[in-house]
């Protein structure tokens, strides 16, 4: 089945760094999606992206949908203390058996120090 | 807006207990889906409902069922439980495929 490797699985950086994470997959994704999950919570969606070759910003965080479909990555710009959390990538097929179902990487757990 | 609530927020059951977790989703979404995510684990997907219909399930055995209602609230049941089955159980709603809200998800604890 898919599978998606995301890396790296946990990074400890100070305040006002910059920050990136990456997804790859196996097998081709028509969409691709980047979560963050705070302790306690269900994730949240930060970005999603529909076409290769996207590249899309949501304020300090920025992602592209790699063009070959099997990679994605996620940069978080000058990260503050609030960015503590685990992000998750996850890729959509919308094909076959996976229609409807999201694949999870298994998170970057971020640690900012201030 | 109401997000996607999840009750119990904890549960805790004993080996060959059955468990039931209920979700109802964001006011207007048709569609649920339910993930468990295990310890130091991803989320692994689990069933999708749409408009009361079982759409999609994961690789995950028959123990592992649910339904929806006419509301489009949920339920997830889990009979037989092991110990491997402790999770967060998450929900999520939504109108189509990819704007998911999840629900901050069900603890089960099973011993």
């Known amino acids: ?114 | 807006e109401a997000g996607v609530t999840q009750s119990p927020t904890h549960l805790i059951k004993t080996r060959g207990q059955q468990a039931t977790l209920r979700c109802s989703p964001i006011s207007g979404h048709t569609s649920v889906y339910w993930y468990q995510q295990a310890l130091g684990l991803g989320l692994q997907f689990l069933l999708w409902y749409d408009e009361g219909e079982e759409r999609n399930r994961g690789n995950f055995p028959p123990r592992f069922s649910g339904r929806q209602f006419p509301n489009y609230s949920s339920e997830l049941n889990v009979n037989a439980l092991e110990l491997e089955d402790s999770a967060l159980y998450l929900c999520a709603s939504s109108l189509d495929l990819y704007g998911y809200t999840f629900g901050s998800g069900t603890r089960l604890t099973v011993v």
């Open chain 1, 1 to 114: 089945g898919q599978q998606l490797n995301q890396s790296p699985q946990s990074m400890f950086i100070q305040e006002g760094e910059d920050v990136s994470m990456n997804c790859t997959s196996s097998s081709i994704f028509n969409t691709w999606l980047w979560y963050k999950q705070d302790p306690g919570e269900g994730p949240v969606l930060l970005i999603a992206l529909y076409k290769a070759g996207e590249l899309t910003s949501n304020g300090r965080l920025t992602a592209q949908f790699g063009i070959t479909r099997k990679d994605s990555f996620l940069n978080i710009s000058a990260s503050i203390p609030s960015d503590v959390g685990i992000y998750f990538c996850a890729g959509h097929w919308a094909g076959g058996t996976s229609y409807g179902k999201l694949t999870f990487g298994q998170g970057t757990i971020l640690t900012v120090h201030p």
